[in-house]
C-alpha cells in the first residue's frame, strides 16, 4: 500500500535559492595588482566590503536570519538542576544600531520583535539602519539579543572592508555583560544595500482551499472542528486546488507560472495548497521548491485549532505529506501525487524553532508586529515575481494596512471590500507592490481566474477593477 514511506522530508528540507541577495563583486577579471595576472586569468570574484558597496541613494539595512542557542532565566529550572521547568522558552528579541568613533549613534535604532523560541528563533527580515551603506562616519555595528528586559547578549563590529556586503555573517555573542559567561549562543544576519532591492514588484496572493475546519464550522460541527489542530484540506479543498492548477495551466503565458519565489504559510493546507494548486508551477525545471514563510501563517485566534500548529523542521515537511496520502487515499492518481511531492524541496529556515506565538490569541500588538515583518519581507525582497499561499484574515489585514493613498481614493469601493471582505478559497488577487512608495506600499491590487470577495453572507459581485475572465490571467505585463 503506497503510504509515502518512500519520501525522505529530512532530504527535502533545504536552504532555498530564494533566499539569496544580489551578490555584490569587487570584479570579474583578475586583480590588476597581481603580479602573476594574464590576459587569459580566469575571473576572481570578490565580494564587496560595506565600505566599497554603498552609495548616497542606498540605505543600509540589517537582514537578521536568527540566532542559536539563546539562554533564558527560568529560577525553578536551575533551582532543581533541569528537573522541573517554570517555564518553555524566553522572548528574545533583537536590537541593533551604528555608531561613529566616538560613541555617537548614526542613524536609527533597528528592532525586531520578540519569539516565542530559544533553540533556533528566526526572523528572516530587514530593517533599515537609517544611513546611507557606504556613510564615512560610521565606524562600527552594534547588536543586542534581549529577553524582555533583560539583556542576553551583544556583538560589536567594525565597519569596515572587512565586514561584507550580500553575505550571511555568523558571529558568537559576547555573554559576559549578561552575567552568562561561556554560554556559546550566536547570531547570523547580512548586511545589504537597499537600492538592490528596491524595485517594484508583482505579488501573488494565493488564499488555501477549503479545510476540514471549514468544512466543519459551516456545519457547525465542534467535534470535528476541536478533534485536531492545524486542519488539512478537506476533499473539497483538494478538488478547490486542483482546479486552480488547471487554470493557471491554461494561462502558458502569465508571470504567475514563471515565479522568482513561492512563499507559503507552514500551515497544513496553505503548504497542501500550494503543491496541488501550483503543481504546474512547480513541476518546471528549476522552480520545484516552497518557502515556508512563518509571518505568512494565519492569525491565532481564541478557539482556533485549526491554526494552532506543532510541527517544526523537517516534521512540518512529513505532516504535510502524511496528510497528502489521506486525501489522496482511493484517488487514481495518488501515486503521482507522492511522487511528485518527493521532488519538491522547502526551505525550513524559518520553522527550526516555534515558528508561532505561545499563546492561546495573539493580541493586536502582535499581529500588528508580524504584519510589518511580512511586508518588510516582501518590501526588501530580491525577487521581482513573487507567489504566498497564504490564508484569507492575514490577507484581509494586509490590505487594510498597506494599501496606498492613491488606491484607496481612486477606488474607494473595492478598497473597502478588500479590508473588509475575504479572497475566496484558491482565489488569487495580484498585487502591485512599490517599496518606495510613502503612501502606502500596495500600489494596485486586481482579483484574478474569476475569483470573488466574499463577506459572511457569501460571494460578492465585487467592482473589482479587472478584465479577467474565469480561465484567463493577464499576461501583458509578462
Known sequence: MLDGSNVNPVAMAVRSKGRRFPHRLLSETSPASSSEASPKSPPVAQTKS???????EGECLLFLERAINVPYADTIRDLTCQAVSSKAHGEPSVRAWAEDKSGKMVGKIAEWPAKHANSAPSWYTACSLGFPMGHEGVAKLKLELWDK????????????????????????????????????????????????????RTVYFVRHGESSWNK????????????????????????????????????????????????????????????????????????????????????????????????????????????????YKGKDNMKTVVDEFGKL????????????????????????????????????SPHKTIVVVGHSHFFRAVFKQFLSTEFKETNKEFARQLSTMKLPNC????????????????????????????????????????NLQENELRTDKA
Not at 429 to 447: C, F, I, K, M, R
Open 50 to 56: 560595506v565600505k566599497s558597496v554603498g552609495s548616497s
Open 149 to 200: 528586559s533583560v539583556l542576553v547578549g551583544s556583538l560589536e563590529m567594525p565597519y569596515d572592508e572587512d565586514l561584507p556586503a550580500h553575505a550571511c555573517i555568523d558571529k558568537e555573542l559576547d555573554m559576559k555583560q549578561a552575567g552568562q559567561p561561556g554560554v556559546s549562543c550566536s547570531m547570523s544576519f547580512q548586511v545589504i544595500d537597499s537600492k538592490e532591492v528596491m524595485a517594484k
Open 216 to 327: 466543519a464550522q459551516s456545519k457547525m460541527d465542534l467535534y470535528e472542528m476541536g478533534r485536531q489542530t492545524d486542519h488539512p484540506l478537506s476533499t473539497k479543498g483538494r478538488d478547490q486546488a486542483e482546479n486552480l492548477n488547471s487554470l493557471i495551466e491554461k494561462a502558458e503565458n502569465a508571470m504567475l507560472l514563471k515565479p522568482d519565489v513561492v512563499y507559503v504559510s507552514p500551515l497544513t493546507r496553505a503548504i497542501q495548497t500550494a503543491v496541488i494548486g501550483l503543481q504546474k508551477v512547480l513541476s518546471q525545471p528549476g522552480y520545484g521548491e516552497l518557502v515556508l514563510m512563518a509571518n505568512a501563517r494565519e492569525k491565532q485566534n481564541f478557539g482556533g485549532f485549526d491554526s494552532k500548529p506543532h510541527a517544526i523542521g523537517s516534521d512540518v515537511i512529513k505532516r504535510t505529506l502524511d496528510e497528502l496520502v489521506l486525501l
Open 345 to 380: 524541496t522547502f526551505d525550513t529556515e524559518e520553522v527550526q524553532d516555534r515558528w508561532w506565538n505561545n499563546v492561546s490569541a495573539e493580541s493586536d500588538t502582535q499581529v500588528k508586529a508580524r504584519l510589518d515583518a511580512f511586508m518588510a519581507q516582501l518590501k526588501y
Open 427 to 466: 482565489g488569487v488577487a495580484q498585487l502591485d507592490l512599490d517599496p518606495a512608495s510613502e503612501s502606502g506600499l500596495v500600489t494596485n491590487v486586481e482579483l484574478l481566474l474569476g475569483s470573488q470577495l466574499e463577506g459572511d453572507g457569501g460571494l460578492c459581485k465585487c467592482s473589482a477593477p479587472t
